[in-house]
């Protein structure tokens, strides 16, 4: 499934690209009848807090998901109650662009990654379109701890 964040949930599309969904993210300059666009388009099921933007989707026969609360970790959950998680894909996008990541060869990275990294660390990957690279780091546990939370019990 393909989703859209509007703009008030940036935290929330970069953890679903985490868990692995297909999750476009506008930037500032997006106007909400362009948000609106993209998501028919796309077919893009729209997840959003403003009330205004999400009665306007379901006018254009747009697929709504309503979030309602700021808490990043209850939009998680309400999210992931209504779209089931392949968790093949769980850390396999990019999450600054949503890009699916390419596995690159650690000799081929030296000069671009610190060096204890290089040193300590095996398997690589790169976001083809903003190059940014990414690794099993120390933060890998803590992300793999939330994520096995917040899947429902029949996936995780």
């Known amino acids: 499934m393909k989703l859209l964040c509007d703009h008030m949930l940036g935290s929330l599309a970069k953890w679903l690209r985490i868990f692995g969904l297909d999750t476009v993210y506008p930037d500032a300059t997006t106007n909400d009848d362009d948000v609106l666009k993209i998501a028919k388009h796309d077919d893009r099921l729209l ?16 697929n709504v998901l309503e979030i309602q609360t700021t808490d990043l970790t209850e939009q998680l959950r309400q999210v992931l109650l209504k779209i089931k998680i392949d968790t093949e894909q769980v850390l396999t ?10 596995s690159v060869e650690k ?16 398997d690589f990957w790169l976001c083809p379109v903003c190059h940014k690279y990414y690794w099993m780091g120390t933060h890998y546990e803590d992300m793999m701890k939330k994520i096995h939370e917040l899947l429902p019990k029949e996936q995780s």
């Open 107 to 122: 000799k081929a990275i030296k000069e671009f990654i610190p060096e204890k990294v290089f040193e300590t660390r095996d």
């Open 47 to 62: 997840i959003s807090r403003d009330k205004e933007l999400i009665c306007r989707g379901k006018k254009a026969l747009v």
């Open 93 to 102: 996008r990019c999450t600054l662009c949503n890009t699916p990541l390419v």
